[in-house]
C-alpha cells in the first residue's frame, strides 16, 4: 500500500470505446508515440504524485503491461485494478450476468478504493486536462482545505467539438463551493452564442465561461466510504437497461446534499482536449504538440 502525502492519481481507463470504435484510452498520439493518459501521468508526476491506480478492462492489461508501464517514470508506484461486470454484492449477482457494458465511473472508482490509502485525484483516460489542473489539486490538498473534495472545471467554450452537439455537465456553484453539476445535452455554438437542451428538455442559453465537470475531481476518503452503499441503491432500482451507469458525478451529488462533503470549485488554467472520434486523434496530437513544444 502507497504511504506518501501527496494524492493518488486514478485513472479511469476500462470503457469499451463505442463510438471510437476500439479501446481509445490506449491509442497512441501520432506525433508523441504515447497514449493521452501517459501525458497526464507526466503532469501529475511533475506535481509531485507518486502513486497511480489505472482502473481497466482486462483486455487490454497485456498491451499496458507489455508497452505503457515501460514507457513511465521508474520512481512511480503504477497498479493495475480489472473493473469487471460480476464485481457485484452477491444478492445482485442475477442482474451482472445480463450485463455487458461496464457499471460505470462510480464502480470503476469503487473498485480502485482498496488501493486507494487517502486523497486522489480522478480523472479519465482519454482527457487531456494540463499540468495545470494537477498542480491545483495537489496544492488543494496540501492547504487548509485538504478534507474538502475538489474540482477542476474547463470553461465550456473551450469543451465544444467539431464533429457536432456535445453533453456536458455544468457546475452550478455558491462562492466556488459546488452545489450540484446540472447536464446539457447538444450543446452547440450558434450565431447568438451557446445553446443546449436543459435537463425539462427546453433550449436555453449558456454562457461561454461557465464551467464544465470534464471528470478532473479531487477526491476524499469520506467519498470512497459511501461509494459502496450508492452502488447498491443504483443497483436496487437497475431494470437491466443497458444504458444506465452508475455515475461518479451522481454519488457525489447524494453527499452534498446529503451534507457529508463539500466540494471546491478550481478554475482551470490550460485548456481541455478530449478525442471521442478516431478522426479527432491526429488533429488533437497536433495541438498538443504545439501546446506542449512551441
Not at 127 to 151: N, R, T, W
Request: proline letters at 4%.
Amino acid at each position: 500500500m502507497y504511504t506518501g502525502k501527496e494524492p493518488s492519481l486514478v485513472i479511469l481507463a476500462a470503457g469499451l470505446g463505442t463510438r471510437f470504435g476500439g479501446n481509445k484510452q490506449i491509442a497512441q498520439l501520432p506525433d508523441f508515440n504515447c497514449t493521452i493518459m501517459e501525458l497526464s501521468i507526466q503532469d501529475a508526476h511533475a506535481a509531485g504524485v507518486r502513486h497511480v491506480v489505472l482502473v481497466i478492462n482486462r483486455l487490454i492489461r497485456p498491451l499496458i503491461e507489455q508497452q505503457i508501464l515501460p514507457r513511465l517514470s521508474g520512481d512511480l508506484q503504477v497498479e493495475l485494478v480489472e473493473q469487471a461486470i460480476m464485481d457485484v454484492p452477491l444478492r445482485f449477482n442475477d442482474k451482472a450476468l445480463s450485463r455487458q457494458k461496464p457499471w460505470g465511473t462510480g464502480h470503476a472508482l469503487l473498485c480502485a478504493k482498496p488501493h486507494i490509502p487517502g486523497a486522489a485525484i480522478v480523472i479519465t483516460a482519454d482527457d487531456y486536462y494540463g499540468p495545470g489542473a494537477f498542480k491545483q489539486l495537489v496544492c488543494h490538498f496540501a492547504g487548509p482545505e485538504q478534507s474538502d473534495m475538489a474540482i477542476v472545471g474547463y470553461p465550456l467554450a473551450q469543451t465544444l467539438s467539431q464533429q457536432g452537439g456535445v453533453n456536458r455537465g455544468i457546475c452550478q456553484t455558491h462562492k466556488d463551493w459546488l452545489s450540484e453539476v446540472v447536464e446539457y445535452l447538444d450543446i452547440q455554438q450558434g450565431y447568438d452564442g451557446l445553446s443546449g437542451n436543459s435537463p425539462e428538455g427546453s433550449r436555453v442559453k449558456l454562457s461561454a465561461s461557465a464551467l464544465a465537470s470534464m471528470t478532473c475531481w479531487g477526491v476524499t476518503q469520506t467519498l470512497l466510504s459511501q461509494l459502496e452503499a450508492e452502488f447498491s441503491r443504483f443497483l436496487e432500482n437497475y431494470d437491466s437497461d443497458v444504458k444506465s451507469e452508475y455515475y461518479l458525478p451522481d454519488c457525489i451529488q447524494s453527499c452534498i446534499k446529503q451534507g457529508l462533503l463539500r466540494v471546491r470549485v478550481h478554475r482551470a488554467c490550460d485548456r481541455w482536449f478530449g478525442i471521442t472520434y478516431k478522426e479527432e486523434l491526429k488533429s488533437v496530437s497536433g495541438l498538443l504538440y504545439e501546446l506542449r513544444h512551441g
